[in-house]
């Protein structure tokens, strides 16, 4: 009985020591425990965050060494190794989506597009220095059907005229045409610059196909 009772009192002893060691959670993490955040992506930029053919997802991942997972149309999950990999993920996001990036388009305005690569399907273009490159697909390029983009002749950095037509409410690319230009009833012309200033000259109502 004498035995029982010392070994009582020796387990209440035990727990009190636990218990002022751990009577609250740890305050700070570890320095290299992993992490997980959400970040949301509006569909209007959700694009440029994953970029053409996931190019800025895969850059993420391989440059800060973070995981994203997307949860719905406008939340993803990162996860991170270290703290450290995610505050660069955050940075790299941050830049990958700020506002100034975006100049203010016009829908149905003309604008000088620079064609930055040729695709079986279509050319990618820019319409501004820093924005993430978008395809101007096969179908909208002429009135003619064609099956690739080297039917007319277009080159690496040739620049072209296209109207825009805002973006797709499903998954927010934008959308560009060069055939409904292609008729003597386009007139007017914006040109982006570096200072966001725009050269304007007429527009035309109709809507690609």
Known sequence: MEAIQQASVAKKEILQIMNKKIAKPRENRKENSPVIETVQVPLSKRTRFVGPGGYNLKKLQAETGVTVSQLDEEIFSVFAPTPSAMQEAREFISDLCKDDQDF???????????ITEIRDIGVMVKLYPNMTPVLLHNSQLDH????????????????????YFGRDPTDGRMRLSRKVLQSPASTVTRTLSDKNNITMSGVNSSTPS
């Not at 203010?104 to 620079?114: C, K, N």
């Not at 003619?144 to 690496?156: N, W």
């Open 144 to 163: 003619r059907k064609i099956q690739h983009p080297s039917a007319l002749g277009f080159e690496i950095d040739q620049q072209i005229q296209v109207k």
């Open 104 to 114: 203010q388009l016009e829908f149905g305005a003309i604008y000088t597009a620079t």
